[in-house]
């Protein structure tokens, strides 16, 4: 019996492509979402074992939609699939329970023993990848009924670090200066008491703010 998969991406260029790379695989796709909504929606009429999720979408973070499959699908492996291999993505992914982060690119051989074993219920995280985060996650946080006084602006910071932005692209979705952006970190590191975005991301998602 072949396993079930559902693949989340916005671009039908790499859904075509993966339809072409799984062929004669044992792997079928019974569905294609190109947003997190249809996503949902889709989980809720058709069962498969693994959902293959893209973590960057127009319509919102890929990473807020595993969450709420998480939530609402339990049982589903989710698989990330990015053409970024961002640690506060990783992070955050392990973090939310996803079973594993392959980048886009990978040979088919990597992808297709990726999704076989995630729907055997392994996971798929390499020793790297979980080095990388194993600090952050285990990063002791301030205790979460402690308030930290960050202001509006820095929260704002705080929320696109931590969906994996780029101190640039803060910059303009704000509409601020690089400079200033980069002195808006500085300043949310040292009031949360971490010594990296990874670690400021995993806090802020501890922390419910994302």
Same mark, same amino acid.
């Given at each position: 019996?072949?396993?079930?998969?559902?693949?989340?991406?916005?671009?039908?260029?790499?859904?075509?492509?993966?339809?072409?790379?799984?062929?004669?695989?044992?792997?079928?796709?019974?569905?294609?979402?190109?947003?997190?909504?249809?996503?949902?929606?889709?989980?809720?009429?058709?069962?498969? %074992?693994? *959902?293959?999720?893209?973590?960057?979408?127009?319509?919102?973070? $890929?990473?807020?939609?595993?969450? +709420?499959?998480? =939530? /609402?699908?339990?049982?589903?492996?989710?698989?990330?699939?990015?053409?970024?291999?961002?640690?506060?993505?990783?992070?955050?992914?392990?973090?939310?329970?996803?079973?594993?982060?392959?980048?886009?690119?990978?040979?088919?051989?990597?992808?297709?023993?990726?999704?076989?074993?995630?729907?055997?219920? %392994?996971? *798929?995280?390499?020793?790297?990848?979980?080095?990388?985060?194993? $600090?952050?996650?285990?990063?002791? +946080?301030?205790? =979460? /009924?402690?308030?930290?006084?960050?202001?509006?602006?820095?929260?704002?910071?705080?929320?696109?670090?931590?969906?994996?932005?780029?101190?640039?692209?803060?910059?303009?979705?704000?509409?601020?200066?690089?400079?200033?952006?980069?002195?808006?970190?500085?300043?949310?590191?040292?009031?949360?008491?971490?010594?990296?975005?990874?670690?400021?991301?995993?806090?802020?998602?501890?922390? $419910?703010?994302?």
């Amino acid at each position: 019996m072949s396993i079930r998969l559902i693949v989340v991406d916005d671009h039908p260029v790499i859904r075509r492509g993966l339809e072409n790379m799984l062929e004669g695989s044992g792997i079928s796709i019974v569905g294609e979402a190109a947003s997190a909504e249809q996503a949902l929606s889709l989980l809720s009429l058709i069962s498969a %074992e693994v *959902v293959l999720l893209d973590v960057r979408m127009p319509d919102g973070d $890929g990473l807020d939609c595993l969450s +709420r499959i998480k =939530l /609402d699908h339990p049982d589903v492996a989710v698989l990330m699939y990015s053409t970024f291999g961002n640690p506060t993505y990783v992070a955050r992914a392990v973090a939310l329970g996803a079973v594993g982060y392959v980048t886009k690119g990978k040979p088919k051989e990597l992808l297709c023993d990726a999704i076989c074993r995630v729907a055997k219920g %392994e996971t *798929v995280w390499s020793r790297d990848e979980l080095r990388r985060v194993t $600090g952050a996650l285990a990063t002791p +946080r301030l205790d =979460l /009924d402690v308030e930290v006084p960050l202001t509006a602006r820095e929260a704002e910071v705080l929320k696109r670090l931590t969906s994996g932005k780029t101190n640039k692209e803060i910059a303009n979705s704000l509409t601020i200066s690089y400079e200033t952006v980069k002195e808006h970190v500085q300043n949310i590191l040292r009031k949360i008491g971490v010594t990296d975005r990874t670690q400021a991301a995993v806090w802020a998602f501890r922390k $419910g703010i994302v």
